[in-house]
């Protein structure tokens, strides 16, 4: 089972930039897809920015622009990069794993079912 630990959660002022990262353990490039999302009190969580089964990035419209999704896979570690950081983006980030499917040459990821991480805590300040 992937297991994730994120880090470089904090406090930060409006304007500022933070950087997130996520070591995941027993995952392996080919078999599964790595993203980040965000839970807001009491509401559910979003997909923030996902690393698709082509390695492309997708973002969620509010972090067009201003985040950045990679990851190293030689280290296992997933990135969240961002800037010009809003009130509206305080939130519990969640690092996240899906199984990625193949067939006929193609590859998904299904995000249907989802390993997370325990989360990290971003706090955006005026």
């Known amino acids: 089972q992937v297991r994730l630990v994120e880090s470089g959660g904090g406090s930060v002022q409006a304007g500022g930039s933070l950087s997130l990262s996520c070591v995941a353990s027993e995952w392996t490039y080919s078999r599964h897809c790595l993203g980040w999302f965000r839970q807001f009190r009491g509401m559910e969580r979003d997909e923030i920015a996902l690393i698709q089964a082509n390695n492309t990035a997708t973002y969620a419209d509010s972090a067009k622009g201003r985040f950045t999704v990679s990851q190293d896979s030689a280290k296992n570690t997933l990135y969240l990069q961002m800037n010009s950081l809003k009130e509206e983006d305080s939130a519990t980030y969640f690092c996240?794993?899906?199984?990625?499917?193949?067939?006929?040459?193609?590859?998904?990821?299904?995000?249907?079912?989802?390993?997370w991480g325990r989360g990290t805590q971003v706090t955006v300040s005026p």
């Open positions: 996240a794993a899906t199984v990625r499917v193949c067939s006929g040459g193609s590859c998904l990821c299904s995000w249907t079912t989802i390993y």
